[in-house]
Every structure is written in C-alpha cells, then in structure tokens.
C-alpha cells in the first residue's frame, strides 16, 4: 500500500466515524414586578463566542496528562446591558457594549442537565438582577468569566445576545436562564 492509499484510507475511515458536536445556546428572561408577577416572558438564542469555544474546549482537557492543561478562568456571571451592537463571534460584537450591571450566578447555578441517551448536557446558568439592579432599558446579556460589574470584553465573554428592548423598572427583577446544549449529531 502506498503513502496515497493509507492516506485515503485514513480519511475515509475518519469520514465514517465521524461525530459533530454541536453546541448550541438559548434560554428563557422573565421580568417581574414588585409582587413576582410576570410581565415579560422572551425565549432566546444566542451566540457562543470564538472565547466561549475556546473555553469549553479547554475545560474538556484541564489536567489531562501528559501536559496536564492549566483550567481557564472559571465563569463569574452574567451581564446586561444597552449596547445594540450585532452579535459577533468575534470583535465588537462579541463583548459589553454598554453596561448596565454585572451579577453572580444564583445559588444553584450553574448546573449540569443530562437530557437522557442521544438527546444531549446541558450547562445551565441562571442570574436574577433584583429590584434595584440593572434599571433602565436593557438590550444586551452576556456570560463572563470577567470582573462582575466590569463590562466584559471580547477576551472574556463566553456568549452575548440581544435580548429585544426590555424596559426594567427600578421595582422590577429580571431573571436570565442561559443554556448551552451540546449534542453529537
């Protein structure tokens, strides 16, 4: 067999076995009033960056010998925002564009969803902006491993959306609840 053929061979074995791992990213925000009434209930989905990428791969090999990879920074929150830039993998569009606040993610967050055989994990993050916190009109969100009340930058924002003018008042609380799917297809 010559160097060809055991290179074609190669090839068309790597194109049967083959498994893509797709990750996608949605969620649900829920704005409430002072009394936990729901007033705004908006699906999304979003953008995982060129970063967040990197940052899932680089979870997938920390301390796997022989190179043992360092971890990256774990992620800190989330952000919103008022920027309307469009969403990018990379670049401008990728980070903070005008911050409104920075916040932890909620006690039991983020956690990990086993959908059960074929259907895929979910990493899951939820983040509550109380009354109080982030008023005025929000357009943007992201997930950060940056400062919290820092506008994230392009370096350290894992995902960013657009989430639609949402008018939040100073009574009012919002709620984002962020998931990133990953599925074999």
Known sequence: MSMRDAFEAALE???CLRDDLNRVGYGVIELRDEDG???LLRPFANLITDVGDGYYAAMGIVGVPPSSPAAPTLLTGMQIGSGVTAVAKSGAGSAMGALLAGQAFD????LVNNLGAGLGVEMVY?????AGTGTGTVEEATVTNGAIGVASLEANTIARLLTGTITKGAADSLAITWRHKNLAA
Do not use: E, I, V
């Open 37 to 39: 009434q729901l007033k």
């Open 107 to 110: 006690a039991t967050y983020p």
């Open 13 to 15: 074995m790597a194109r």
């Open 126 to 130: 939820k983040t509550t902006f109380a």
